[in-house]
């Protein structure tokens, strides 16, 4: 059965760095592509960041260029997502999603391109 856990969030000031982790088990092939995406209140779900485990391509929505940085950890089938320089606006629940679909060809950006879903870890950045 396949699952996914984030780790990491929590609360910083503004400029602030966290570090979010996404462990998969029971992935049922040999490539795929992990995304990370915020949902916040009232706000449809936004894609941030996603990876492939094929060929390594990551792919940043444009509200987080040049502050996040994805990674992946095959030996430990686990996506990082490192945030630095964070900003209010990126507050919200930060959950990673898993595509056995596309094989790792594809770094979708909509809901619909994943097949699994974690359940989130918060992250506030507040002064």
């Known amino acids: 059965q396949v699952q996914l856990v984030e780790a990491g969030g929590g609360s910083v000031q503004p400029g602030g760095s966290l570090r979010l982790s996404c462990t998969a088990s029971?992935?049922?092939?040999?490539?795929?592509?992990i995304g990370w995406f915020r949902q916040v209140p009232g706000k449809e779900r936004e894609a941030i960041s996603s990876i492939s485990n094929r060929d390594g391509r990551t792919r940043y929505s444009d509200s987080v260029v040049g502050r996040f940085t994805i990674s992946l950890d095959n030996a430990k089938n686990t996506v990082y997502l490192q945030m630095n320089s964070l900003e209010p606006e990126d507050t919200g629940i930060y959950l990673c999603?898993?595509?056995?679909?596309?094989?790792?060809?594809?770094?979708?950006?909509?809901?619909?391109?994943?097949?699994?879903w974690g359940q989130g870890t918060q992250v506030t950045v507040s002064s």
């Open positions: 029971g992935i049922p092939q040999d490539y795929y592509s």
């Open positions: 999603a898993l595509d056995l679909g596309s094989r790792g060809y594809i770094l979708s950006q909509i809901v619909k391109g994943y097949d699994y």
